[in-house]
C-alpha cells in the first residue's frame, strides 16, 4: 500500500503546473466568450432617448390695413398617414399651435370657422398630407364678421389726376380699391371713392393710378402716378376734400412674340400688385408702364390658361384647362408665359380618377408631383339644421386617399357621405423650381418660399353641380 501510495506521488502533476493549467483554460474561456458576444462589453448600455420633432402653426385673419391677428375659432387634428387620429389640438391666445411629435412625416387637417363677405358663416377644412414636422405652417383664415379693424386707420376720397391730354380712354388701373372713374377734361379724371388703408400711426400703402386712351395725334398715350401720403390733401372745384396726383410716368408699347398666347399680366413692388392688363390672342403690343421710379424692384407676373373643355353632362358642368405661372425680373420672359396645348391624360367621360371610397389618381398624368383637391359641399349647421358652406382641401400626392375617408371628431355631422358635394376641383400643380413632394408642401404650408411660384404649371379639373 505504501508503494502504490508512494508511486502515485511520483507520477502526480506538481501543483504548479496545475495552478498554470487551469490559468490557461480561463482564458480560454473568456476569448471564446468574447467572440461569441457573452460576457462584459465595453459598450455604452444607455438606453436611446426618443427623438421628438417640434410642430407649430400659427393661424392668422388679416385686417384691410395689412395687420396680422390671432385666428382662434379653429382645431388641428393630428393624424397618422392613413388618417387615422392621434390627437386633437386647440390654438393658444396668439393662434399657435405647437407640440412634439414622435414622428418626423405626420398628417393633419385644420378645421375653421369661415365666412365671406355677404354669405353666412361655414367651415373650412385644409389637410395636408406626410409633411415633414419641423416646418412651420401659417393658416390665413377668412371672417368677414370676426375680422377686426379697429386698429386701422381708413379714409375714403376721390383723387383728381393731372395728366397729358387723353381722349377716350381705354384702360384704367389702380392697386387701390375704387368704384369707378370721372373725365373732368382731356387733361384731368377722377378715381372715385378711392380707399386708402394703415395700421394707425403707421405709413401709407403706396398706391399706383395709370390710364391709357387716345392722345392728340390720335397714338397711343398713357399715364401714371403713384401716392403714397395720403396725409396730403386739397379742396377741388367745388370745396370738396380731394387727393390730388400728378401723373406724368409715360406708357411704353412693346411688341410681342408672334403666335403668343393671351394673357394677364401685373407688376409686383412694395407690397402690392400695380398696372393689371389682359393681354388678348390678337394683340401685338402690350402697353406697359416701365420706366418709374421702382423698376428696379419691379418682377413681372404672367399667367396663362389653355381652356380644352368647358361643358354640361351628367356630372353637372366641366371644365378642363391648363394654366402656367411665369414670374420674372425682366418683363420679357414673363411675356413669354405659355399654358400646355397638351390635354391632360384623365378619364374626361366618368373622373373616375377619384373613387367611391375617396382614394384618387393622377398617376398617368406624368412630373406633376402634388395634387390639391377642393370639395365644395352643401352641409347643414349642427344645431339649427340651416344650410351652411363646407369645404375640404387637401394637399397630396398624386395618387392618394383623401382625408374625408376618417370622421373628425365633432364634425361626424357636417360631412360625411351623405353631405351634398356641390363643387370638385383638381389641380395638377408643377414647378420648374423643384420636383421634390416635400418642397411642394413646404410652400403651400407657409408660402415662404418665392421661387417655387416663379415658374409653374397646373391642369385644373372642375365639375359643379
Not at 418709374?292 to 407676373?301: A, D, G, K, P, R
Not at 356630372?315 to 411675356?335: D, P
Not at 404649371?457 to 353641380?465: A, D, G, T, W
Request: glycine share 4%.
Amino acid at each position: 500500500m505504501l508503494k502504490k501510495l508512494l508511486k502515485t506521488n511520483e507520477t502526480s502533476t506538481p501543483f504548479f503546473l496545475i495552478k498554470y493549467k487551469k490559468i490557461l483554460l480561463l482564458l480560454s474561456i473568456f476569448t471564446c466568450l468574447a467572440a461569441c458576444g457573452g460576457g462584459a462589453s465595453n459598450k455604452d448600455t444607455t438606453p436611446e432617448v426618443p427623438k421628438f420633432y417640434p410642430f407649430s402653426l400659427t393661424s392668422t385673419l388679416t385686417n384691410k390695413c395689412g395687420e396680422k391677428l390671432p385666428f382662434v375659432d379653429v382645431e388641428l387634428f393630428i393624424q397618422n398617414r392613413d388618417w387615422s387620429v392621434v390627437d386633437k389640438l386647440q390654438p393658444d391666445e396668439n393662434g399657435v399651435f405647437s407640440f412634439s411629435s414622435a414622428s418626423e412625416f405626420i398628417n393633419y387637417t385644420l378645421v375653421a370657422k369661415n365666412q365671406q363677405a355677404g354669405e353666412v358663416e361655414g367651415l373650412d377644412f385644409v389637410s395636408f398630407h406626410q409633411v415633414k414636422a419641423t416646418t412651420p405652417a401659417i393658416y390665413q383664415a377668412q371672417h368677414a364678421v370676426i375680422i377686426d379693424n379697429s386698429n386701422c386707420e381708413c379714409v375714403t376720397r376721390n383723387v383728381e389726376i393731372s395728366h397729358t391730354p387723353i381722349s377716350d380712354i381705354t384702360k384704367i388701373t389702380s392697386s387701390a380699391t375704387f368704384t369707378t372713374t370721372e373725365v373732368v377734361d382731356s387733361q384731368r379724371t377722377n378715381f372715385m371713392n378711392v380707399e386708402a388703408c394703415r395700421i394707425m400711426g403707421g405709413t401709407w400703402p403706396l398706391h399706383s393710378f395709370s390710364l391709357v386712351g387716345t392722345g392728340n395725334n390720335n397714338n397711343v398715350q398713357g399715364a401714371a402716378g403713384f401716392i403714397d401720403d395720403f396725409n396730403q390733401m386739397a379742396f377741388n372745384d367745388d370745396g370738396e376734400l380731394i387727393w390730388q396726383l400728378s401723373a406724368f410716368d409715360a406708357v411704353e408699347r412693346i411688341g410681342l412674340n408672334k403666335n403668343h398666347q393671351p394673357f394677364t399680366t401685373r407688376q409686383l413692388f412694395s407690397g402690392q400688385q400695380h398696372f393689371a392688363i389682359s393681354v388678348l390672342e390678337e394683340d401685338n403690343i402690350a402697353d406697359l408702364f416701365n420706366s418709374h421710379l421702382y423698376v428696379s424692384e419691379t418682377v413681372y407676373q404672367s399667367n396663362a390658361e389653355v381652356i380644352f373643355s368647358e361643358t354640361d353632362s351628367a356630372f353637372g358642368k366641366i371644365k378642363i384647362s391648363s394654366q402656367h405661372q411665369l414670374i420674372s425680373s425682366t418683363y420679357t420672359t414673363s411675356f413669354s408665359v405659355a399654358a400646355s396645348d397638351r390635354k391632360p391624360d384623365i378619364d374626361d367621360r366618368y373622373f373616375s380618377e377619384i373613387k367611391s371610397d375617396w382614394s384618387y389618381d393622377y398617376s398617368n398624368v406624368a412630373n406633376y408631383p402634388m395634387a390639391i383637391i377642393a370639395i365644395s359641399y352643401q352641409a347643414y349647421h349642427p344645431e339649427k339644421n340651416t344650410p351652411m358652406p363646407a369645404k375640404w382641401t387637401s394637399y397630396g400626392e398624386i395618387t392618394g386617399q383623401l382625408p374625408v375617408v376618417t370622421a373628425l371628431s365633432g364634425y361626424e355631422g357636417i360631412i360625411n357621405n351623405n353631405t351634398i358635394v356641390l363643387v370638385t376641383k383638381t389641380d395638377l400643380v408643377q414647378s420648374e423650381y423643384t420636383d421634390k413632394y416635400v418642397n411642394y408642401l413646404s410652400y403651400y404650408q407657409n408660402k415662404k418660399n418665392s421661387s417655387f411660384a416663379h415658374n409653374v404649371k397646373n391642369y385644373h379639373i372642375s365639375i359643379k353641380k
